[in-house]
Protein backbone atom coordinates (compact mmCIF):
# COMPACT_ATOMS: atom_id res chain seq x y z
CA UNK A 1 0.00 0.00 0.00
CA UNK A 2 1.28 3.78 -0.58
CA UNK A 3 -0.35 6.42 1.19
CA UNK A 4 0.22 10.11 1.62
CA UNK A 5 -0.49 13.40 0.87
CA UNK A 6 1.05 14.59 -2.32
CA UNK A 7 3.15 17.93 -2.49
CA UNK A 8 3.19 18.68 -5.85
CA UNK A 9 1.47 16.81 -8.86
CA UNK A 10 4.05 14.72 -11.94
CA UNK A 11 5.05 11.63 -12.81
CA UNK A 12 7.37 10.10 -10.21
CA UNK A 13 9.15 6.88 -11.17
CA UNK A 14 10.51 4.66 -8.36
CA UNK A 15 11.25 1.07 -7.64
CA UNK A 16 9.73 -1.71 -5.49
CA UNK A 17 12.11 -4.73 -4.42
CA UNK A 18 9.66 -7.65 -2.86
CA UNK A 19 12.39 -10.26 -0.86
CA UNK A 20 11.37 -14.00 0.54
CA UNK A 21 13.05 -15.17 3.47
CA UNK A 22 14.43 -17.89 2.02
CA UNK A 23 18.61 -18.57 2.48
CA UNK A 24 19.99 -17.00 -0.01
CA UNK A 25 16.85 -14.76 -0.60
CA UNK A 26 15.16 -14.17 -3.67
CA UNK A 27 14.00 -10.74 -4.72
CA UNK A 28 12.83 -9.18 -7.73
CA UNK A 29 12.57 -5.56 -8.38
CA UNK A 30 9.55 -3.57 -10.54
CA UNK A 31 9.83 -0.49 -11.51
CA UNK A 32 6.71 1.49 -11.10
CA UNK A 33 5.26 5.05 -12.25
CA UNK A 34 3.02 7.39 -10.00
CA UNK A 35 0.71 9.87 -12.11
CA UNK A 36 -0.77 12.64 -9.50
CA UNK A 37 -3.20 15.01 -10.77
CA UNK A 38 -3.26 18.24 -9.14
CA UNK A 39 -7.23 19.56 -8.59
CA UNK A 40 -6.06 22.72 -9.19
CA UNK A 41 -2.89 23.10 -11.42
CA UNK A 42 -2.17 26.82 -12.76
CA UNK A 43 0.68 27.54 -15.08
CA UNK A 44 2.45 30.42 -17.39
CA UNK A 45 0.98 29.37 -20.51
CA UNK A 46 3.19 32.63 -21.72
CA UNK A 47 5.62 34.15 -18.81
CA UNK A 48 4.88 37.81 -18.27
CA UNK A 49 6.78 39.97 -20.16
CA UNK A 50 7.24 43.21 -21.10
CA UNK A 51 6.17 44.19 -24.47
CA UNK A 52 6.78 47.83 -25.42
CA UNK A 53 4.88 49.52 -22.65
CA UNK A 54 2.55 46.94 -22.32
CA UNK A 55 3.31 43.89 -19.48
CA UNK A 56 1.35 40.41 -20.92
CA UNK A 57 1.34 37.07 -21.16
CA UNK A 58 -1.11 34.26 -20.37
CA UNK A 59 -2.07 31.35 -17.80
CA UNK A 60 -2.54 27.73 -18.39
CA UNK A 61 -5.39 26.88 -15.93
CA UNK A 62 -6.43 23.13 -15.65
CA UNK A 63 -9.42 21.58 -13.08
CA UNK A 64 -8.01 17.48 -12.37
CA UNK A 65 -11.36 16.94 -11.01
CA UNK A 66 -14.69 15.38 -10.88
CA UNK A 67 -16.34 19.02 -9.25
CA UNK A 68 -17.06 22.09 -11.68
CA UNK A 69 -15.36 25.32 -10.04
CA UNK A 70 -16.33 28.62 -9.56
CA UNK A 71 -13.26 30.04 -10.68
CA UNK A 72 -11.69 33.58 -10.00
CA UNK A 73 -8.79 34.71 -11.80
CA UNK A 74 -7.13 37.79 -11.17
CA UNK A 75 -3.74 39.10 -12.42
CA UNK A 76 -1.98 42.41 -11.12
CA UNK A 77 0.88 44.56 -11.32
CA UNK A 78 2.58 45.55 -8.46
CA UNK A 79 4.84 48.74 -8.77
CA UNK A 80 7.61 49.61 -6.33
CA UNK A 81 5.55 51.72 -4.39
CA UNK A 82 2.79 49.24 -3.63
CA UNK A 83 0.20 50.41 -6.41
CA UNK A 84 -1.71 47.99 -8.12
CA UNK A 85 -2.50 47.99 -11.73
CA UNK A 86 -5.14 45.08 -13.25
CA UNK A 87 -3.36 43.28 -16.20
CA UNK A 88 -6.39 40.64 -15.94
CA UNK A 89 -10.05 39.53 -14.28
CA UNK A 90 -12.41 37.23 -15.00
CA UNK A 91 -14.76 34.90 -13.45
CA UNK A 92 -16.32 31.86 -14.90
CA UNK A 93 -17.45 28.11 -13.97
CA UNK A 94 -14.71 25.68 -14.92
CA UNK A 95 -15.90 22.58 -15.55
CA UNK A 96 -14.65 19.52 -14.31
CA UNK A 97 -11.66 17.59 -16.12
CA UNK A 98 -10.73 21.18 -18.05
CA UNK A 99 -7.17 20.58 -18.68
CA UNK A 100 -4.69 23.90 -19.93
CA UNK A 101 -7.47 26.02 -20.72
CA UNK A 102 -5.55 29.29 -21.28
CA UNK A 103 -6.17 32.89 -20.49
CA UNK A 104 -4.54 35.99 -21.51
CA UNK A 105 -3.74 39.28 -20.04
CA UNK A 106 -2.16 42.53 -20.92
CA UNK A 107 -2.14 46.31 -20.08
CA UNK A 108 -0.08 49.40 -21.00
CA UNK A 109 1.88 50.92 -18.09
CA UNK A 110 3.60 53.65 -17.15
CA UNK A 111 7.41 53.42 -16.56
CA UNK A 112 8.66 51.26 -13.46
CA UNK A 113 9.49 48.16 -11.64
CA UNK A 114 6.59 45.70 -11.62
CA UNK A 115 6.18 42.65 -9.85
CA UNK A 116 3.11 40.53 -11.46
CA UNK A 117 0.87 38.68 -8.92
CA UNK A 118 -1.34 35.82 -10.68
CA UNK A 119 -4.88 34.81 -8.29
CA UNK A 120 -6.64 31.92 -8.83
CA UNK A 121 -9.63 31.21 -6.72
CA UNK A 122 -11.64 27.93 -7.07
CA UNK A 123 -15.01 27.42 -5.12
CA UNK A 124 -16.76 24.28 -4.91
CA UNK A 125 -20.06 24.99 -3.42
CA UNK A 126 -21.20 21.28 -3.06
CA UNK A 127 -18.30 20.70 -1.14
CA UNK A 128 -17.63 24.14 0.85
CA UNK A 129 -14.04 23.90 -0.26
CA UNK A 130 -11.61 26.64 -1.65
CA UNK A 131 -8.54 25.63 -3.58
CA UNK A 132 -6.05 28.58 -4.00
CA UNK A 133 -2.98 29.06 -6.11
CA UNK A 134 -0.64 32.14 -7.03
CA UNK A 135 2.07 32.90 -9.75
CA UNK A 136 4.65 35.48 -8.94
CA UNK A 137 7.16 37.04 -11.32
CA UNK A 138 10.65 38.75 -10.56
CA UNK A 139 10.66 42.27 -11.58
CA UNK A 140 9.75 43.19 -15.11
CA UNK A 141 10.83 46.52 -15.93
CA UNK A 142 8.64 48.93 -18.04
CA UNK A 143 10.72 52.11 -19.98
CA UNK A 144 9.17 54.96 -21.33
CA UNK A 145 9.28 55.14 -24.76
CA UNK A 146 10.60 57.95 -26.89
Known amino acids: MLSGTPRESGEFHFVVTAADTTIPP ?10 VLGSLVVEWGRH ?17 TEDDFDLTFVVVAVNDNGRATALGYQRFDLKKDTIGMEIPFGETLPAGAYE ?17 RRLVTDKLTVQTQP
Open 26 to 35: RERNQELVLQ
Open 48 to 64: ASVVGQRIEGSVKISNQ
Open 116 to 132: VNVDVVAEVASTNTIRR
